[in-house]
């Protein structure tokens, strides 16, 4: 025993003297000895003293473990001899480091600033620790190391670089050769003086005239949803319904779901059967039948979707309507997306309005203006969607029966002198009578048939309407009796070669397919197949509707978070409803309560839509409308997953309450908003004093893959440890919260650590209070402050602040090193670790101001800049934080008018891959500014060739044209864009829809926000002055070619499979579910939840598992269906890039139903059109679904 207690006293004396040592070299090294000491130096002379304070904590840990080796030595034990010696080893080793930093700093007292020597020694040694148990190591191990990359799927690699069916119409090439001149084309404007052969239709060959009386119906612009209805659409529907059966060869077209479900709630029995017989007997006819008529520019294809599944659902579950047409009158610019929606839902033709002029002029001239509409990845033609595009500039009845509005406004009876209508161009309508008949007729079958001659066909569509138009009941009658005259007089007289007659968008589309013969859907004959979007809008001159991209920010950010609760919510809520089906013995779970909130949810977000909603172009009270609709669906979903997901967790179901006054819930949502305009204050969590019980949180992943990811969570000490499931500590960081650049929040902390997460899957996770000295595993970060004012300390324990002048800077993480400059704390290079390559990426704030063009300035719509982006003004040096930790390192730079931040995950998954960079932009106080941020990379696309996506959906190449000015130049961006060249990419991925240009090359530029103090003089009254503190969000993705050719010349390109994951995660993250803190009584038991048997490959998202519901109208309206919709989309990916980070398998499209989950199944399972309308395939659920690339695959599944 004595031998072991001298070797015990040996390893003492050496860990006293290496304590002894570093203060004696510390002494020897201080100030006094330098006179021109600079105050970098004396800064870093402090930290020293700081640092032995630390390494005597340390040391103090060492001595424990000797303890406990001494304690395990068996007489001739040579292994725990062995182990005394490595200590011994590794604390000469530090001895040996520390003394050299001594020396070293002794030979160069000035050193540029260089981050890492203001990281404590405390944090230096844990970031070097291996998992807990083993003695800390020393080396790179502070990283932890990405995993191994995922291989491209041979069969999606194939698909890819096979080349698309060659359209007739690239519209990319259009715009490539078009002028966009806009010269003066007469009484069409924007056209030309058109002309027809007199002959050309006869008796024998007549046009075929379809006059289709619809009233367009915003829910929402300048009065509310509600307002609209109450004051003017009520009474549009009423008198449909009576009119209609007045007037027994007229016709009527409706849209907007959203407004349609309250009628017909309002209805009787005898109405509704009434309103049955309209359809019945194809008088009333349902166009697109989504709950609105969405945006096609910011809206991602989930809500595109979900709002259209909501109206079809609703139209078939309670009428047994199936709409068949699409109809797109009012949004400004369109998406191929959209056809693919439609096709995929059963639809066999749509219609489309607003397209730039010169563009609708140019398809008009080879008569192109109706075409096949497909996708630019389909490989064989079977996307295809028979579109017609409108071809005058507005959807009123001045600019649709032909070419010559002052022509088609007297044939607009609403208008009749004496109405509140009238003809702008002073030749007012005329009542049709017996003695002007031929006269009338002969003047409006002249303007029908010059739009006729711009079509292929011999059918001609003239819509009779405008917004909310047939809300009096006279404009019905003055309608239709003036309009029959017509067609009874044209009838009486078939030399005049024009039959004409009430329809429907059907009606017309009928008309041509059997002019061809063809079926429904097929590609009538001779019309052209065509690829590619309608983006950017301009309806006069310069005026290009790029402003709407960005307009609103704020609701649009809050738009994208409440998509990914719903989506987060529709998943567990299926799951959770299985599991308590199975729970036959208990009647504990609120199913109808759950599914009234996601109801409610869906027609709230599907209500945002709307193309006066999320383009951020309706009133200001609208938008405040919109936002508490928005807000209150938030809630309720955030409850739903809470709720859903403690039932999951908890081990006996009996447990499970929803929570009340008198019983708080077991468990919390994760953050709270004053207001639908402020931003979200997260849940801190009380952990109490010492010793008090661990605090339960719950993480969920709502996506179908594992993710290894960083997550967050506040709490209301820095003085914590985080376990996992197994009562095991994980590495964490905590980090104190600013409140602003110099004030540091009381009582609440972030702490960051590392979780793997299931697909679908619940983990449990554990915070407890420790004491101040206990806890190896929380690290306090270090923090570096720079361009500070004042001289004032700023300390809050346990954190090493320290105050320096501004010089460069740099932070990194396992994939990347980024540097940044000193001067205003922005992105500079980033150097790529697994190939060395540096990377200039210069990030900067800049801002356009806007000037007259021609009578119109930016507004809500439009944006008219006043020249190139110019520098955000800043008269100060921005106060810089420097933050560094063992989990995540981050810059924060506060600006006068944008916080700045952005971070460096440690991590294996794909958030260690890219720059996360957040912004929060406030222009509250500014006038007719833009701001936007601009990242200049050394990306040689010379040609400034670059790819926006369409809705989430897929990626569209643009080019910059100077013949398109700059705002002809910018997109919408609603996820993602890209530039690249034949070794790089850089894409940046965004967390809500934004404008997005390049505009040099290299350079990329996207809005942030906008506040515009005019209006823009295209209906909205007012400019864009309800500015709020706005989010946003990106990740930075820098990417190098690893195989195959760069060819600039093709018009397809695909997100790698590694961009994919990173928007998925940006949009989807890991929900926090921490516990609730007004919960006293103990807890019962919980576990995780992983509910995947098998995870979906890599290249397979799952949109939604979405519980049907039972008819709206009926007495089960609440109680959900035993069946729910899933849906798959297999995603295109270019494989010519390393698949970093990803914890899924390669996929090729194949997934297994009964394979998928465990303890549940998928019993019965059919293959179904998109929106549910139609069944395709009874499904063997132990067969495999082959998806192919791009697709989304519908089901109609039951679980059990």
């Keep these: 025993m004595k031998k072991y207690m001298a070797v015990w006293g040996a390893l003492f004396f050496c860990v006293v003297c290496l304590s002894l040592y570093l203060m004696l070299e510390t002494l020897n090294t201080s100030p006094g000895r330098y006179t021109d000491i600079d105050a970098e130096s004396l800064a870093h002379f402090e930290q020293k003293v700081s640092d032995i304070q630390e390494d005597i904590k340390r040391n103090q840990i060492v001595i424990d473990q000797i303890k406990a080796a001494v304690k395990d030595i068996p007489k001739d034990d040579n292994q725990n001899i062995e182990k005394l010696q490595d200590l011994i080893d590794k604390q000469n080793a530090k001895l040996k480091f520390h003394k050299n930093k001594v020396i070293e700093m002794q030979q160069k007292p000035k050193q540029p600033v260089d981050v890492e020597k203001y990281v404590p020694a405390t944090l230096k040694e844990i970031q070097l620790q291996n998992p807990p148990g083993k003695i800390p190591a020393t080396g790179e191990e502070a990283f932890v190391s990405l995993r191994k990359p995922v291989p491209a799927s041979k069969e999606m690699c194939s698909w890819v670089q096979t080349p698309s069916k060659k359209p007739d119409i690239q519209i990319e090439d259009v715009v490539k050769d078009l002028p966009f001149d806009n010269p003066d084309g007469g009484a069409w404007k924007q056209g030309w003086n058109v002309t027809y052969p007199a002959a050309k239709w006869n008796q024998g060959n007549k046009l075929r005239v379809f006059v289709v009386p619809h009233s367009h119906n915003d829910p929402g612009w300048v009065k509310t949803y509600d307002k609209y209805y109450t004051e003017q659409v009520r009474h549009i529907l009423n008198n449909m319904l009576e009119k209609l059966e007045q007037h027994p060869k007229m016709k009527f077209m409706y849209a907007e779901i959203s407004f349609f479900h309250i009628w017909w709630n309002e209805l009787d029995e005898s109405k509704k059967n009434r309103v049955r017989r309209l359809f019945e007997d194809g008088r009333l006819e349902i166009v697109t039948g ?29 009428l047994g309507v199936k709409p068949s047409s699409g109809w797109a009158i009012d949004p400004f610019g369109h998406t191929p997306t959209m056809a693919y929606l439609l096709r995929r839902s059963g639809f066999n033709s749509m219609l489309i309005q607003r397209v730039h002029y010169a563009l609708k002029k140019h398809l008009a001239k080879n008569k192109q203006l109706e ?47 004496g109405s509140s209508y009238s003809c702008p161009w002073h030749a007012a309508p005329k009542p049709i009578t017996d003695s002007n008949v031929a006269e009338r007729a002969r003047l409006i079958i002249d303007q029908w048939k010059k739009k006729g001659s711009l079509y292929k066909s011999n059918s001609v569509f003239a819509p009779l309407g405008d917004d909310f138009r047939y809300d009096k009941a006279d404009e019905w009658d003055l309608q239709y009796v003036n309009y029959q005259k017509i067609f009874d007089y044209l009838q009486q007289h078939p030399e005049l070669g024009v039959e004409a007659q009430f329809g429907t968008l059907s009606d017309y589309f009928k008309s041509i397919y059997e002019e061809s013969k063809v079926k429904p859907g097929e590609k009538p004959t001779d019309f052209p197949t065509l690829v590619g979007d309608f983006f950017t809008y301009a309806d006069k001159d310069d005026h290009y509707w790029s402003g709407y991209f960005t307009s609103r920010p704020f609701q649009k950010n809050l738009d994208r978070v409440m998509e990914s609760h719903l989506r987060a919510a529709e998943i567990i809520f299926s799951m959770a409803l299985t599991v308590s089906r199975q729970q036959k013995a208990l009647n504990n779970f609120p199913a109808t309560v759950m599914m009234d909130r996601l109801i409610q949810a869906r027609r709230n977000l599907g209500l945002f839509q709307h193309h006066d909603g999320i383009t951020g172009t309706a009133k200001d009270f609208v938008v405040v409308d919109y936002g508490n609709r928005l807000l209150k669906s938030l809630e309720d979903t955030k409850h739903v997953i809470k709720d859903c997901a403690t039932y999951l967790s908890l081990a006996g179901k009996e447990n499970f309450r929803m929570g009340s006054n008198e019983q708080p819930a077991l468990f919390d949502i994760d953050e709270t908003r004053e207001a639908h305009d402020a931003l979200p204050v997260p849940k801190v969590i009380d952990v109490g004093e010492e010793g008090d019980d661990s605090r339960l949180v719950l993480l969920y992943n709502s996506l179908a893959h594992e993710r290894d990811q960083v997550v967050s969570i506040h709490v209301s000490s820095p003085h914590v440890m985080v376990q996992d499931e197994n009562n095991k500590p994980v590495l964490a960081q905590v980090a104190p919260v600013w409140e602003k650049d110099d004030i540091i929040a009381e009582n609440v902390y972030k702490v960051s650590f590392r979780v793997t997460i299931p697909g679908l899957a619940i983990s449990k996770y554990m915070v407890k209070r420790v004491a101040e000295t206990s806890n190896s595993n929380t690290i306090p970060v270090s923090i570096l402050v720079l361009n500070v004012q004042s001289d004032a300390p700023i300390e809050r324990a346990p954190f090493s602040i320290q105050k320096t002048e501004a010089r460069d800077f740099t932070l990194e ?3 990347m090193k980024a540097t940044f400059r000193g001067a205003n704390g922005l992105l500079n290079t980033v150097v790529t670790k697994e190939d060395g390559s540096i990377r200039s990426t210069k990030l900067d704030f800049v801002m356009y101001g806007t000037k007259n063009h021609n009578g119109d300035r930016s507004g809500a719509y439009l944006f008219l800049p006043d020249g190139s982006s110019r520098p955000l003004p800043d008269h100060t040096p921005p106060v810089i934080h420097v933050v560094k930790g063992p989990v995540v390192s981050e810059v924060q730079v506060y600006f006068n008018l944008v916080t700045h931040v952005v971070r460096l995950y440690n991590s294996s998954g794909v958030d260690g891959i890219s720059l996360d960079i957040q912004n929060i932009v406030d222009i509250q106080s500014q006038r007719n500014m833009e701001v936007a941020v601009r990242i ?14 369409l809705n989430g959906f897929h990626m569209q190449k643009h080019r910059y044209y100077d013949k398109l000015t700059l705002q002809g130049n910018f997109y919408p961006m609603p996820t993602m864009a890209f530039i690249e060249d034949s070794k790089h990419r850089v894409t940046v991925l965004s967390a809500n829809s934004l404008g997005f240009a390049n505009t040099q090359p290299g350079v990329m530029e996207v809005m942030l926000d906008r506040r515009l103090n005019q209006d823009d003089s295209r209906g909205l009254g007012q400019g864009v002055t309800d500015s709020k503190q706005t989010p946003s969000r990106f990740k930075l993705l820098f990417e190098t070619r690893a195989s195959g050719a760069y060819s600039p010349t093709n018009p397809l390109a695909f997100p790698s499979l590694l961009a994919h994951h990173t928007s998925l995660q940006l949009i989807h993250p890991v929900f926090t579910i921490p516990a609730n803190t007004g919960h006293h009584s103990k807890y019962p038991q919980f576990s995780a939840f992983s509910p995947l048997a098998t995870q979906l490959p890599c290249d397979t998202h799952m949109v939604n598992l979405r519980t049907n519901q039972n008819a709206d109208d009926g007495k089960d309206r609440l109680v959900p269906k035993h069946s729910a919709a899933l849906f798959l989309h297999r995603l295109g990916y270019d494989c010519n890039f390393v698949n970093k980070g990803l914890a899924c398998s390669e996929g090729s499209g194949e997934v297994v139903l009964s394979n998928m989950f465990r303890n549940m199944q998928i019993t019965v399972a059919q293959q179904v059109s998109l929106t549910l309308m139609y069944h395709e395939a009874d499904l063997d659920t132990t067969g495999s679904i082959d998806l192919d690339p791009m697709e989304i695959g519908s089901y109609v599944v039951t679980l059990q």
Aim: hydrophobic share 30%; glycine share 6%.
């Design 813 to 815: 993480n396992p994939y």
């Design 371 to 417: 075409f096949m509409w497909r996708q630019n990845w389909d490989k064989e033609g079977n996307t295809d969607m028979l579109c017609h595009m409108m071809p005058f500039y507005s959807y009123d009845i001045p600019h649709t029966c032909g070419p010559e509005p002052a022509v088609c406004c007297q044939f607009d009876f609403r208008r009749l002198p």
């Design 290 to 318: 989504g709950w609105v008529m969405n945006d096609e520019a910011n809206t991602h294809y989930f809500a595109m979707l979900d709002q259209l599944l909501e109206g079809h659902q609703w139209l078939d579950g309670t």
């Design 936 to 949: 200049t990379t050394d990306v040689e696309n010379a040609e400034r060739e670059f790819y926006t996506d």
